[in-house]
């Protein structure tokens, strides 16, 4: 089946960082989608992604859709405490199912 | 707008037991699906309604099953449950039907469900 490589799986960086995270596939998605889970909560949308080369961008988050079709990076520029969580990424394959396969998740933590 | 609102937020059952879980999706959204998130496998899709039909199912066992009503809420239900099936379920709505259009999911925040 399909398999996304997220990385890395965690990371710590100051208050004010820039930070990167990406994943990678064996397959091609047609669709990339970013997300933030917070403890106790259901991941949040942060960024869809729909075109190949397509670079979108919400505030301080910036997302990719390789043109192979089978990366997506994300990019948090001067991060915040509020920032702190799992970052998931998730690829789609448009046809008749809108079955999401979804990263191991990045864990951000942001000091202080 | 209310978003996805999932209920029970907590349960607590024994093995061999079943439970019902409930979805709402937002309002106007007609395709919902589930996910199971656990530390070891992470997410992973459980199935997809559209229409009061099931139009996709992911590799699970059969005591597994959910169904949709007319007014697009959701249920899912467990059957013989194992300690294994401790999980948070997750529900999510999409605005279009499977297959048509760009219209990203939009998760609620899940249903905490502990198999003692």
């Known amino acids: 089946g399909q398999q996304l490589n997220q990385s890395p799986q965690s990371m710590f960086i100051q208050e004010g960082e820039d930070v990167s995270m990406n994943c990678t596939s064996s397959s091609i998605f047609n669709t990339w989608l970013w997300y933030k889970q917070d403890p106790g909560e259901g991941p949040v949308l942060l960024i869809a992604?729909?075109?190949?080369?397509e670079l979108t961008s919400n505030g301080r988050l910036t997302a990719q859709f390789g043109i192979t079709r089978k990366d997506s990076f994300l990019n948090i520029s001067a991060s915040i405490p509020s920032d702190v969580g799992i970052y998931f990424c998730?690829?789609?394959?448009?046809?008749?199912?809108?079955?999401?396969?979804f990263g191991s998740g990045t864990q951000l933590t942001v000091l202080p | 707008k209310a978003g996805v609102t999932q209920t029970p937020r907590y349960l607590i059952k024994t093995r061999g037991q079943q439970v019902t879980l409930s979805c709402s999706p937002i309002?106007?959204?007609?395709?919902v699906s589930w996910y199971q998130q656990t530390p070891g496998q992470g997410l992973q899709f459980l199935f997809e309604y559209f229409s009061e039909t099931q139009r996709n199912k992911g590799n699970f066992p059969g005591r597994f099953s959910g169904r949709q009503f007319s007014n697009s809420r959701s249920e899912m239900n467990v059957s013989t449950l194992e300690l294994g099936d401790s999980a948070l379920y997750l529900c999510?709505?999409?605005?279009?039907?499977?297959?048509?259009?760009?219209?990203?999911?939009?998760f609620g925040n899940g249903t905490r469900l502990t198999v003692t």
């Open positions: 992604l729909y075109k190949a080369g």
């Open positions: 309002s106007g959204h007609r395709s």
């Open positions: 998730a690829g789609q394959l448009r046809g008749s199912a809108r079955q999401l396969t």
């Open positions: 999510a709505s999409s605005l279009a039907p499977p297959g048509q259009g760009d219209s990203p999911l939009h």
